[in-house]
């Protein structure tokens, strides 16, 4: 046989071929190493020239895949990203696909945050939106309780500072204490100069609307809070550790405000269905305010038996729509004063009026107010209004189940009863 091939030139061996087939091999083992194209390269043919006519088809099958790529490169970086995430991240991504991309950002920072606070929390409870808002409520009712102690410690100090001042100021002690005017109209501001040691004992907090007070002892207060200022007092800005200044909120002209004062309680007389219109519209502009200040306008619908105040995102609004088209759901249009439309939606009583949330908030992206948002949700509720909360954590577990018991409890308002006895029955003969 090595004679047959020695006597033949065209099987003498040849390196420059044996390179060319050794590369070829070897670059078909990195295209399939790479995994770019679904079915594998192989040569399974010793021809030349089938050899060549492989290699044309596979740089023409290369040619293909770079104008596809070029045309669609934003959808194979996503595709690179993706392989080159871990099982991990994988699947938290798997999960996500499931929602609109513009919330992932938010979804996850939930998730992560309730994954964080699940591992932390050394407690045999397991760690529920319920028992988070239950530890919320404790937390809130120990600060109360220290307030209380040290309200009546407040008393006691001002028990002995009022009997300092029956000996050091008499006229003005029995001003305030007997009620007797002064025998001339009295100057505050004086007052306060002079009696700086009692007022700080009595009232530790001072709110004035002027700053002219260049006069008074520095040492009792450590902090000055004054409303509508139109200069500041240099003079007295050593005297101070910190000097607050407030405005009215129609005097910012747009310029946003450090701080925003909230009024705290709502009464609750009762059920609004138990209340006559005049007792229960100021029961509900309060509320509809208390509502506004969280920052949030909220997406109303009106449904035929009940109404939906909705602080969810568009995401869940618009399913909203879609899932309950069949019950007659229409969106209303908020013009300038949202205020009004949510006294009309909840002035009818008629109607059930659902209020949904996301993670028992109202503004999940300000959960520094948590505690005040859960208020403002509680006396909605004890008025009678129904709160329905969409739990990301179910969501992310259970899929759109949690959603669906939102929808569900909303349906159940909204049903057309009929009575069997006032039937109608049609008949249509040929």
Request: glycine share 2%.
């Amino acid at each position: 046989s090595t004679f047959i091939k020695a006597s033949n030139k065209i099987n003498l061996n040849n390196e420059h071929m044996e390179d060319l087939e050794f590369s070829l091999q070897s670059l078909l083992q990195r295209i399939n190493d790479a995994n770019i194209f679904v079915k594998p390269f192989e040569i399974n043919t010793i021809s030349f020239r089938k050899q060549v006519d492989f290699v044309s088809n596979l740089v023409k099958e290369m040619d293909i895949m770079m104008l596809r790529i070029s045309q669609n490169l934003s959808y194979y970086q996503w595709l690179s990203f993706l392989s080159a995430c871990n099982d991990r991240m994988k699947k938290v991504i798997q999960v996500l696909r499931r929602f609109d991309p513009e919330d992932w950002t938010g979804l996850f920072k939930k998730w992560y945050h309730y994954e964080i606070l699940s591992r932390n929390v050394h407690s045999e409870i397991a760690l529920t939106p319920a028992n988070i808002e239950k530890t919320n409520k404790l937390h809130l009712a120990n600060q109360q309780s220290k307030l209380h102690h040290s309200v009546n410690a407040s008393i006691s100090v001002r028990q002995q500072a009022l009997t300092e001042l029956k000996q050091t100021n008499p006229e003005f002690y029995q001003a305030i204490i007997k009620n007797k005017k002064y025998q001339q109209s009295p100057y505050w501001k004086h007052i306060l100069e002079e009696n700086t040691a009692f007022f700080s004992l009595s009232y530790p907090v001072i709110i004035l609307d002027d700053d002219d007070i260049k006069n008074m002892k520095p040492g009792h207060y450590t902090a000055l809070y004054y409303v509508n200022p139109t200069s500041v007092n240099v003079d007295i800005l050593q005297d101070y550790k910190t000097i607050h200044t407030y405005k009215k909120e129609e005097d910012f002209d747009g310029i946003m405000m450090d701080v925003l004062l909230k009024t705290m309680y709502i009464p609750t007389p009762g059920l609004l269905s138990s209340l006559t219109l005049s007792e229960r519209l100021p029961v509900i502009k309060k509320i509809a305010n208390h509502l506004l200040s969280v920052g949030k306008e909220p997406v109303i619908f009106h449904l035929r038996y009940s109404s939906i105040i909705s602080y969810s995102g568009d995401f869940f609004n618009d399913l909203f729509e879609e899932k309950l088209y069949h019950f007659g759901i229409k969106k209303i249009l908020l013009d300038q004063n949202v205020s009004d439309t949510l006294v009309a939606t909840m002035l009818d009583v008629t109607k059930t009026a659902f209020f949904i949330t996301e993670d028992l908030l109202l503004h999940p992206e300000d959960n520094q107010n948590y505690l005040w948002q859960s208020h403002i949700i509680h006396q909605a509720a004890l008025v009678g209004c129904q709160w329905l909360n969409i739990d990301h954590m179910q969501l992310f577990y259970r899929d759109m189940e949690a959603f669906d018991l939102v929808l569900d409890a909303i349906k159940a308002k909204n049903e057309i009863k009929t009575d069997p006895k006032k039937q109608i029955v049609l008949e249509f003969s040929a």
